[in-house]
């Protein structure tokens, strides 16, 4: 799993966290057209975010509130053309900000 975090009040739709897959079929990082990206529904916070499928980056959905919920937790899940998956747990802790 991977950790990161992101300050409450940043504002909606900013990238929080960005996927990145290697196809070891292309020996070379994932492009566009070897790996697409998606969130795994019904796990964690899933329905909060959403993800770019060609780039990996996934966003917030509503500014995050350290108040109303300190953190975060979502699955990505890299598809390559074959239809093999990979997935990855990520935890969002969100830092509070003096208000």
Do not use: C
């Not at 992101?6 to 996927?19: D, M």
């Amino acid at each position: 799993s991977t950790a990161t975090a992101v300050a409450e009040n940043t504002a909606a739709n900013t990238v929080v966290y960005t996927a990145a897959a290697i196809d070891s079929d292309f020996n070379s990082p994932a492009t566009a057209s070897s790996v697409s990206y998606s969130l795994k529904a019904n796990t964690g916070d899933a329905t909060q975010f959403s993800i770019n499928s060609a780039t990996g980056a996934v966003t917030l959905t509503e500014s995050p509130n350290f108040e109303a919920k300190p953190g975060y937790s979502f699955t990505v899940v890299a598809t390559d053309a074959a239809g093999n998956t990979a997935e990855r747990a990520v935890t969002l802790a969100v830092s509070n900000v003096d208000e």
